[in-house]
């Protein structure tokens, strides 16, 4: 499969607990992307890089998230000192190219439950 | 920001029959709309999408259509199967990185 990978895609985790999830994007995609999702909702945008670069935040995430890419390939999102409310499905996107239109191609999900 | 609302939030139909999910947007200026697909456990898969200059797309059994002085967009299945039993998710955006999206509506197809 080469669409977008994630991985853990489960973790059960204690609160207070740091955890890091990891998106490999489609190859040669220029943009990914972070979204998250809870039970019966839609996803929302958290943060997106285009190559390196991390271009926009949600108020969303707040100071205990953290996400990077270096080399503009994997990403990582960490989330520091976890909380119940942080429980959602963290998912990971890719595109190529810019402009309105371009295909986002989703990751299966990373599950997080804080307990 | 964009405000996206769907509707139904549930769906049951007879399979052979047709499905209507509606959407409403806030943003006057959104132009792409993308609609995707989620089974459960699975990643949301992207099934059609229309940009603001067109009025209508098909494609096979799925069509979109969209009203912009409405700010609204429909999605239409017809001949529907079991395999069409998901969730599905309507969105919108103005730029071309930020999806806003529906709640979802999860449609299921009685055989």
């Known amino acids: 499969d080469t669409g977008v990978s994630q991985n853990p895609r489960h973790k059960i985790t204690k609160r207070g607990q740091n955890v890091t999830f990891r998106c490999d994007p489609i190859?040669?995609?220029?943009?990914l992307y972070w979204y998250r999702q809870t039970l019966g909702q839609g996803p929302e945008f958290l943060t997106y890089?285009?190559?390196?670069?991390?271009l926009e935040k949600s108020r969303l995430l707040s100071d205990r998230f953290s996400a990077e890419r270096p080399k503009g390939s994997f990403s990582t999102l960490e989330i520091q000192r976890t909380e119940q409310g942080d429980s959602a499905m963290y998912l990971c996107?890719?595109?190529w190219g810019t402009g309105v239109g371009n295909t986002i191609y989703f990751g299966e999900g990373s599950w997080l439950t804080v307990v | 920001g964009e405000n996206v609302e769907q509707h139904p939030s549930t769906l049951s139909v007879q399979e052979g029959d047709s499905a209507v999910i509606k959407c409403t947007y806030s943003?006057?200026?959104?132009?792409?709309f993308p609609w995707y697909k989620q089974e459960l456990g699975k990643r949301p898969q992207l099934i059609i999408d229309?940009?603001?200059?067109?009025g209508e797309k098909k494609d096979q059994r799925i069509a979109v259509t969209l009203n912009k002085t409405a700010k609204h967009f429909s999605l239409h299945i017809t001949e529907t199967q079991p395999e069409d039993s998901a969730v599905y998710f309507c969105?919108?955006?103005?730029?071309?990185?930020?999806?806003?999206f529906g709640a979802g509506t999860t449609v299921t197809v009685r055989a």
């Open positions: 996107a890719s595109s």
């Open positions: 943003d006057s200026a959104s132009n792409y």
């Open positions: 229309i940009r603001s200059n067109v």
């Open positions: 969105a919108a955006t103005s730029n071309d990185y930020k999806l806003s």
């Open positions: 190859s040669e995609h220029n943009r």
């Open positions: 890089f285009q190559n390196e670069a991390q």
